[in-house]
């Protein structure tokens, strides 16, 4: 049995879609406040297809732990980090856990659809990183998926997963996959924004 398999980076992609948020026409402090909605997010990762599993990673605040206390409850293993320095890096951490994951998953499961939703895909001259666990996984007969902000991703990584799978931009779907939240007290009044309807016509598939 195949199915999707997602490996959710989420630090890079939050911090991503901050900078595009303040690139936008919208309200100058927009990078404040601008959110992932986390729905219509995994159903542009799983495309509608069967979810087989799903893991999310990254350092977040405590005050979203009711978020991903919801996530938990639909199946979604998230694995989260706090904010303090190391040997490692903070990023790094996150990227280690998700690649053991996914060659632990590529040795486990019959080969199915990976979906890799990162923006790091820095290792790759050294034989490590996301694009080496990638490059394995195809080999065992897996398709491959990258999902990343185009400003973001490591060019040989999206050059590969273009050559070898889908590399699918998260900017085409910027107004569905994120929303802006009000301001808050004590500041200058800005309106929020609802995420768009998703469109997944415009997803490729692997």
Not at 110 to 133: C, K, N, Q, R, W
Not at 139 to 161: D, I, P
Not at 164 to 182: C, K, M, Q
Request: proline share 5%; glycine share 8%; net charge neutral.
């Amino acid at each position: 049995m195949g199915g999707v398999f997602i490996y959710w980076d989420n630090s890079t992609i939050f911090v991503e879609a901050q900078r595009i948020a303040g690139n936008q026409k919208e309200h100058p402090d927009a990078r404040y406040r601008v959110r992932i909605n986390f729905d219509n997010m995994l159903r542009l990762a799983h495309a509608d297809r069967p979810l087989r599993k799903a893991m999310v990673a990254g350092s977040v605040p405590p005050e979203l732990r009711q978020l991903w206390n919801r996530m938990e409850n639909r199946g979604i293993e998230v694995r989260l980090f706090n904010r303090i320095r190391s040997d490692l890096g903070e990023q790094e951490i996150p990227d280690r856990l998700l690649q053991l994951q996914m060659l632990e998953d590529a040795m486990d499961f019959d080969p199915g659809i990976v979906v890799l939703m990162t923006g790091d895909g820095a290792g790759y001259l050294e034989g490590a990183g996301f694009h080496s666990t990638l490059e394995r996984m195809r080999r065992r007969g897996w398709r491959v998926e990258v999902l990343s902000w185009a400003h973001s991703c490591n060019y040989r990584m999206r050059e590969w997963a273009e050559a070898n799978g889908v590399f699918a931009a998260l900017d085409d779907f910027y107004d569905s996959i994120t929303f802006l939240e009000p301001s808050g007290p004590g500041h200058r009044l800005a309106p929020s924004r609802d995420s768009t309807p998703l469109d997944l016509s415009r997803r490729a598939r692997a």
